[in-house]
Nanobody, 117 residues
Framework: QVQLVESGGGVVQAGASMRLSCAASEVTFTIETMGWYRQEPGKQRELVATITRGGDAEYEDSVKGRFTISRDNAKNTVYLQMNSLIPEDTARYFC???????????WGQGTQVTVSS
């Protein structure tokens, strides 16, 4: 089955930068959209950014201008460059990949990002 593994999380101070990576393995189909979501304890999971196979990106308002999503289709890998981090960015970040033919979503296990003030 498809596996997605995130990496790059950790603890940083406000104003720092981080880059998250997510590699999808055992993929036997075309991946359309990939993206990043985040979730705080007791809160709903929310969209951070998405990117289509063709490279069209969309962002949640609070991260626009600070975060950049990118992908390498040949490697089935998606990245999230996070700059000017603020404490409100603290959450567990999850990677998602959507199958082209039936729009089925596949999720990673998540990686924790903690931003201290």
């Amino acid at each position: 089955q498809v596996q997605l593994v995130e990496s790059g999380g950790g603890v940083v101070q406000a104003g720092a930068s981080m880059r998250l990576s997510c590699a999808a393995s055992e993929v036997t189909f075309t991946i359309e959209t990939m993206g990043w979501y985040r979730q705080e304890p007791g809160k709903q999971r929310e969209l951070v950014a998405t990117i289509t196979r063709g490279g069209d990106a969309e962002y949640e308002d609070s991260v626009k201008g600070r975060f950049t999503i990118s992908r390498d289709n040949a490697k089935n890998t998606v990245y999230l460059q996070m700059n000017s981090l603020i404490p409100e960015d603290t959450a567990r970040y999850f990677c998602v990949a959507q199958r082209y033919d039936d729009y089925k979503d596949y999720w990673g296990q998540g990686t924790q990002v903690t931003v201290s003030s």
